[in-house]
């Protein structure tokens, strides 16, 4: 059976999941899109030769909606959706914070909901799609979610009750990771090298270093202890990063970001 699927709030990540979904064989003519500007519709439509409806229309045609919206703009959606999404519809959020029975309470009465937390590498089909079934959600909704998803990336299910945490480690994730990049390539303009070049070696072992932890199967302190030279150039860098607090400083990052998805759950914001 073809099933249609809408995307509905297509920006950063909507658009990120409609590119990979298109990537992993899914027809242009089975999706559909809402935005909230024309002229994005019209990018949209050019792009990936999709078709832009309203919310309303999309609630009425597609079998599965995925709610890309901020999380402030979610109940307002909802509002809008209400009365047109029967309770033979998926719909799939992945709106940071957003819970589960948030959006069931503003639908019909035993409409499945699935919460995603997808992250931006879906872009190059290496994304991690945190998934979590709500109340009325079956497995096949799940197993339906995880085709989606796992059509860009690696999919994991979790209980709700850890979504937050998920959203602070892997929807947020790839950001620190830039972050790193963008730091440690200004230490080698520090040093002395060219900008360009400084970026391409951090790139370069940014990349290696994490095809080793996805293949090697060690832990990360072995690969660490492996670069570590006694009395060598590692181990002075390390001293360092503990003198600063890095560890720490990561630590309560995360715990902030799990915070701020905890606050977002209320849809204000
Ligand atoms: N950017 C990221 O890395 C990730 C974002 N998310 C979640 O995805 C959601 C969207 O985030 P981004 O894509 O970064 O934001 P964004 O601002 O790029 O995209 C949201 C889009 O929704 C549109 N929109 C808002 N209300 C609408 C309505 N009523 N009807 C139709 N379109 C509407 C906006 O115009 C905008 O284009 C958020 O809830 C966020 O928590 C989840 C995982 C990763
Ligand atoms: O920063 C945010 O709120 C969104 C959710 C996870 C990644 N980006």
Redesign the pocket.
């Known amino acids: 059976m073809t099933q249609t699927v809408a995307v ?7 658009e990120a999941l409609l590119s990979g979904m298109i990537r992993a064989g899914w027809r242009a003519a089975d999706l559909l899109v ?4 024309t002229e ?1 519709a019209d990018e949209l439509r050019n792009r990936y030769g999709v078709e832009a409806v309203s ?1 309303a229309e999309a609630a009425k045609r597609a079998d599965t909606l995925i709610l ?4 402030q ?2 109940g ?2 909802l509002d ?1 959706l209400g009365p047109h999404v029967t309770a033979d519809r998926l719909v799939i959020s ?5 819970t589960t029975s948030f959006i069931e309470e503003r639908l019909a009465a035993g409409t499945p909901v699935v919460r995603v ?4 590498p879906v872009l190059v089909d290496e994304g991690m799609s945190v998934i979590s079934a709500g109340s009325h959600a079956t497995g096949d909704h799940v197993v339906h979610a995880e085709e989606i998803f796992g059509g860009v990336g690696k999919t994991l299910r979790v209980p709700e009750s850890q979504q937050d945490a998920a959203t602070a480690l892997s ?1 947020s994730g ?1 950001a620190y990771f830039y972050f790193l990049v963008e730091a440690m390539t200004d230490a080698g303009i520090l040093l002395g090298l060219p900008r360009a070049q400084a970026h391409d070696l951090i790139v370069q072992a940014a990349i290696g270093a994490a095809v080793m932890l996805r293949d090697s199967g060690e832990h990360p302190v072995k690969l660490r202890e492996a670069v570590t030279s006694p009395a060598g150039t590692t181990i002075s860098a390390i001293r360092e990063l503990e003198n600063h607090g890095v560890r720490a400083a990561l630590i309560a990052a995360l715990e902030a970001a799990r915070d701020r998805s905890r606050e977002l759950a209320s849809g204000n914001g």
């Open positions: 509905l709030g297509t920006g950063k990540i909507g809402t935005t909230r500007r994005r919310n890309a919206v901020k999380p703009d979610m307002k959606l809008e992945a709106a940071a914070g957003i937390m997808p992250n931006t929807g790839p």
